[in-house]
């Protein structure tokens, strides 16, 4: 007998993966195209190498590349996070922002506004812009540990202990941050809520290089957790009796989990459901194999996040809601769709 | 030899395990046996050194179980749970090649390895079907073939010498229970040694080189089957009549004597 292919891919997944990376690159293009002030690709690559007019330049690398960059890393690292979680949880609705993980990061990045720039202002101004993404890296693990640890009673993962979990994580954290902007000054509070409306707008190169590198060291960090995570789909018990070390996966794959999510939240404020619902259309697309899944699935919340900026830009000029909503407004009805179809599965 | 000594286990507040020995040796097929509650998926997780004993040992060639990595014993043994899942939707090739996936590369000819697995347990057939999708009987002989393609992958790294199935004939018709316990009798005699947890008794009889029976958390009998499955003490232990026939090939007949019941 010929021995079977295994772990093999369904036939045409590089064929998806080609098409997720074209329709980021097709986004990112339109994003830097579309705008106020209208430009044609030629015009965004002349640009982008340094041969046109000065205004455009200046339009496309201080402004529009980097919300690019910046939107295109976000998307992934929260598609990267929503894997992990989805893959470490056995359960599809895990996303950061549903489970409390997205909170946990809101919250650090809340209270490193408050109390860590007086402390850093006079000491160290330079730090300031660190101590948001780490702080927020502290909560996103901080909210990821004490979901795991709710999740598992009872051995398996049910679905409504983990909403269950999401909803008393997120209202802590809620109720902190609350109190965070009770007790700012004006000019933290200006911060804050410009934060927490979640958004792209004030893209820099700084705050993109900052956010890419992170997801970038989480990208890398969970696909050598690919094979880990696929054995985590036999529940932990089995995964352990087929040699894994379960716990010491689980850790891994949840902070690196929480450094995607932390970086993204940190630079772009709280962006829900893009890591709910990347990682689903990539299986669709690729199947279950996380050493597949995850690229796909990065890929994806890239594009996501790209379209879902481009839209928001596009609406109303030149007015621009907050990118969170229009996320929102294409994750809530997936999300419920997924929970309903479970239901009826389940009953 | 892998073998639990004087295990006493405390598992949700309840004593388990009150005392329980077990020494499998390799080439043997030892049947686990006992009424729901008595202890034999304790014993189980115990040998498998996913849970360690409150008191006593689980011992593999005299060594602690508790002192080995996860790798270590899964190379060692591989161990079929009850009621085994997938949450994703792999295909039946590729869960069977969760088995060996821990195993260092080039160890061994894992497609090789998975295919003679698939064949063993007759579920080449659904080699491309999503594992998520199977019947209870096809799920089941399809992680019994990822349990074999962990145990056969150890084996060609230098382990694999023990086998442990909790009720692997659970949600099987008469004849693919048959068939999984000619199976690990095969394994059995070809060097592993395999620890099966079996309600049904004629099976034991029929298979078993020993048989443990278990009340309470304690071993009531240990030996050949014929010496542990005797009529009184089984309808002591089951607290229901049991009769016991051999037939005049020498097989043993156990049932409930609902005439008495």
Not at chain 1, 130 to 147: M, R
Request: hydrophobic letters at 55%; aromatic letters at 4%; glycine letters at 12%.
């Amino acid at each position: 007998m010929p021995a079977p292919l295994l772990r093999a891919a369904p036939p045409g997944t590089a064929l998806a993966l080609i098409g997720f990376g074209l329709a980021v690159l097709g986004l990112a293009v339109a994003g830097m195209v579309f705008g106020p002030v209208p430009l044609g690709p030629g015009e965004v690559v002349a640009a982008l190498l340094g041969e046109a007019d000065p205004r455009a330049e200046a339009i496309v690398t201080t402004i529009r590349a980097p919300r690019v960059a910046l939107a295109a890393a976000v998307g992934a690292g929260l598609a990267l996070s929503g894997t992990a979680l989805q893959g470490i949880l056995r359960n599809p609705l895990a996303d950061p922002g549903l489970i409390g993980v997205s909170a946990g990061g809101a919250l650090g990045a809340a209270a490193a506004i408050v109390f860590g720039g007086a402390m850093l202002a006079a000491a160290a101004p330079e730090l300031r812009f660190w101590t948001t993404p780490a702080a927020a890296f502290l909560g996103a693990a901080a909210a990821t540990a004490l979901v795991f640890a709710l999740a598992r009673r009872g051995g398996a993962t049910q679905a409504a202990t983990l909403i269950l979990a999401g909803v008393a994580v997120n209202a802590i954290a809620g109720a902190a941050v609350g109190l965070m902007i009770y007790m700012s000054d004006d000019q933290q509070l200006r911060d804050i809520t410009f934060w927490t409306m979640g958004g792209l707008g004030g893209a820099s190169w700084r705050a993109a290089a900052l956010a890419s590198l992170c997801i970038a060291a989480a990208a890398a960090g969970l696909l050598r957790l690919a094979l880990a995570l696929d054995l985590l789909q036999l529940g932990e018990r089995a995964a352990w009796h087929s040699g894994l070390e379960v716990e010491r996966v689980k850790r891994a794959a949840g902070l690196w989990s929480a450094l995607a999510v932390g970086a993204g939240v940190a630079v772009a404020g709280p962006i829900g459901f893009i890591g709910l619902v990347a990682p689903h259309i990539a299986r669709l697309c690729v199947g279950p194999a996380h050493r597949t899944l995850a690229p796909a699935a990065a890929l994806v919340g890239a594009a996501l996040l790209l379209g879902a900026d481009l839209g928001v830009r596009m609406i109303a000029p030149p007015a621009e809601p907050p990118v969170g909503l229009a996320t929102s407004l294409i994750g809530g009805p997936f999300f419920l769709w997924l929970l309903l179809a479970r239901m009826h599965r389940d009953a | 030899m892998l073998e639990a000594r004087d295990a006493h286990l405390t598992r949700g507040g309840r004593p388990a395990l009150a005392g329980v020995g077990l020494a499998l040796r390799p080439g043997e097929l030892v049947a686990l046996c006992g009424p729901n509650g008595a202890g034999k998926s304790s014993l189980f997780a115990v040998l498998a050194g996913e849970l360690r004993p409150d008191l006593g040992a689980a011992l593999l060639d005299g060594r602690p179980l508790a002192a080995m990595t996860a790798a270590g014993l899964a190379r060692e043994r591989a161990a079929l749970e009850q009621a085994p899942a997938l949450a994703a939707p792999f295909t039946v090739t590729a869960l069977v090649a969760l088995g060996a996936a821990t195993a260092p590369r080039g160890a061994a000819d894992e497609g090789a390895i998975v295919a003679r697995a698939m064949a063993a347990t007759g579920i080449a057939a659904l080699a491309g079907r999503p594992a998520d999708r199977l019947s209870g009987g096809e799920r089941a002989r399809a992680h019994l073939a990822r349990v074999l393609a962990q145990l056969w992958t150890g084996r060609a790294a230098g382990g694999g010498r023990f086998l442990l199935l909790d009720e692997p004939t659970a949600s099987l018709d008469v004849a693919h229970q048959v068939a999984v316990l000619r199976l690990a009798r095969a394994e059995a005699d070809a060097g592993t040694g395999v620890l099966a947890v079996l309600h049904d008794l004629n099976l034991a009889a029929a298979f078993a080189d020993r048989v443990l029976l278990m009340s309470e958390g304690r071993a009531i009998a240990e030996g050949a089957p014929g010496e542990v499955l005797e009529a009184g003490r089984l309808s002591e232990v089951y607290r229901i009549p049991i009769a016991v026939e051999q037939s005049a090939g020498g097989m043993l007949r156990i049932a409930p004597d609902l005439s008495r019941a």
